[in-house]
């Protein structure tokens, strides 16, 4: 397997274009390792000023990019979907278009699949940040072992979306990515477990992730609650958990997730879910 790898993104009309346009250039020209693709898929509408910073993009590339413009708004799931069947490689690498990429991310994940042809997934940790790069607010630290991260599948999502790389085929065997309510992520992963893939993640920070006063009001609500509770009905369902733990798992997420205030649930995710900066 050769060093070359295709990473999956995706915009759509409510992204800033300085924030995009920060972490193409955190994705390509500032890495050790550049890419050899990169899939952007535009999904739907976009405004002028995203659409000129896109075709740009695309024009000075030589080739680099290859964007997919969607006539509408499929949501994130469906977007990914389109990506990696689109994508040329066998290692496709994930990245939100308002995140920052530590500039020897890919080298480190490349490095590692190659030296590890048994593994399907490697992601990493990630810091968070408000406003300025360099305002880092916390961190969300997840298990590296592929043991520990199939023990922590079943209780909650053991990676960090925006940093993994996955081997295409592997993804591809399990259905790809399936549209689901801001989880199309832990759906994809709890398949990938079930079907035996074997999963690690890196003791580096690999992106610098970008947070706003919103994050945790869309963390909460009945949909949120659903489209989490639907996961533990798969898991149960498959005989992935046992039913104590589904009921405990399906308590937590409504106590969380519906019976707490948008302010008490900010208390929570940052003083139990995440590391706080000291």
Same mark, same amino acid.
């Given at each position: 397997?050769?060093?070359?790898?295709?990473?999956?993104?995706?915009?759509?009309? *409510?992204? @800033?274009?300085?924030?995009?346009?920060?972490?193409?250039?955190?994705?390509?020209?500032?890495?050790?390792?550049?890419?050899?693709?990169?899939?952007?898929?535009?999904?739907?509408?976009?405004?002028?000023?995203?659409?000129? $910073?896109?075709?740009?993009?695309?024009?000075?590339? *030589?080739?680099? !990019?290859?964007?997919? +413009? $969607?006539?509408?708004?499929?949501?994130?799931?469906?977007?990914?979907?389109?990506?990696?069947?689109?994508?040329? @490689? /066998?290692?496709?690498?994930?990245?939100?278009?308002?995140?920052?990429?530590?500039?020897?991310?890919?080298?480190?994940?490349?490095?590692?699949?190659?030296?590890?042809? #048994?593994?399907?997934?490697?992601?990493?940790?990630?810091?968070?940040?408000?406003?300025? /790069?360099s305002n880092i607010v916390g961190s969300r630290i997840v298990p590296c072992a592929?043991?520990?991260?199939?023990?922590?599948?079943?209780?909650?999502?053991?990676? @960090?979306?925006?940093?993994?790389?996955?081997?295409?085929?592997?993804?591809?065997?399990? &259905?790809?990515?399936?549209? +689901?309510?801001?989880? #199309?992520?832990?759906?994809? +992963?709890?398949?990938?477990? /079930?079907?035996?893939? @074997?999963?690690? *993640?890196?003791?580096?920070? $690999?992106? *610098?992730?970008?947070?706003?006063?919103?994050? !945790?009001?869309?963390? &909460?609500? +009945?949909?949120?609650?659903?489209?989490?509770?639907?996961?533990?009905? !798969?898991?149960?369902?498959?005989?992935?958990?046992?039913?104590?733990? !589904?009921?405990?798992?399906?308590?937590?997420?409504?106590g969380v997730q519906v019976a707490m205030p948008n302010s008490l649930r900010a208390?929570?995710?940052?003083?139990?879910?995440?590391?706080?900066?000291?």
């Amino acid at each position: 397997m050769s060093e070359k790898y295709s990473i999956v993104t995706s915009v759509y009309k *409510n992204d @800033n274009p300085q924030f995009v346009e920060r972490a193409l250039d955190s994705i390509t020209t500032l890495q050790t390792l550049p890419p050899d693709e990169v899939v952007f898929i535009i999904d739907g509408p976009v405004p002028s000023l995203l659409d000129s $910073l896109i075709r740009h993009r695309e024009k000075e590339s *030589n080739g680099l !990019y290859h964007v997919i +413009w $969607l006539k509408e708004n499929l949501g994130l799931g469906n977007a990914l979907r389109i990506g990696v069947k689109e994508a040329k @490689n /066998e290692i496709i690498v994930r990245m939100d278009s308002d995140d920052v990429a530590a500039p020897d991310r890919f080298q480190k994940q490349i490095d590692y699949l190659l030296q590890h042809p #048994e593994c399907d997934i490697v992601g990493g940790q990630i810091s968070e940040f408000v406003d300025d /790069e360099s305002n880092i607010v916390g961190s969300r630290i997840v298990p590296c072992a592929n043991d520990e991260i199939h023990k922590w599948i079943l209780r909650r999502c053991p990676f @960090n979306h925006m940093t993994v790389a996955m081997r295409r085929s592997k993804v591809l065997e399990v &259905g790809n990515y399936i549209d +689901w309510h801001f989880n #199309e992520d832990y759906y994809l +992963w709890i398949r990938m477990a /079930e079907a035996g893939c @074997n999963f690690a *993640n890196l003791p580096d920070t $690999l992106v *610098n992730v970008r947070v706003g006063k919103d994050m !945790y009001a869309r963390r &909460g609500g +009945w949909k949120y609650f659903k489209s989490e509770k639907g996961l533990q009905d !798969y898991m149960l369902k498959k005989k992935m958990i046992s039913l104590p733990r !589904y009921a405990f798992n399906v308590a937590v997420r409504f106590g969380v997730q519906v019976a707490m205030p948008n302010s008490l649930r900010a208390f929570v995710f940052q003083k139990l879910f995440r590391k706080s900066k000291k």
